[in-house]
């Protein structure tokens, strides 16, 4: 199998949007990680699957704001630069 250029958007389900991009590793692809449509919610669950993505080697970034002082922060054009970039877009 090729290693493919995925990019995962974390738009309905933040908690199985960092569970997807982690699993896709197993497999060699490069993944980016997008958080969007309001702030990742301070869960035990989010913060498990947050060291997942550390183990992963994946560093999430954000179109929200309100998150800029935590992840990089993809403005419109960063964001569709992203998709074009990406050989799969996974919607989660």
Known sequence: M????????GRRDHTE??????GLTIFGHAVRL????GPVAE????????????LSDIAPE??????ADQLPLLDSV??????????RVINV
């Open 34 to 37: 997008v958080f969007m449509t």
């Open 78 to 87: 960063a964001l569709a630069a992203a998709l074009t970039a990406a050989d």
């Open 2 to 9: 090729t290693p493919l250029a995925i990019l995962v958007l």
């Open 62 to 67: 954000t179109t929200v704001a309100e998150m």
């Open 17 to 22: 949007a960092m569970r997807v991009a982690a």
């Open 43 to 54: 869960t035990d669950a989010n913060a498990a699957m947050a060291e997942l993505l550390e």
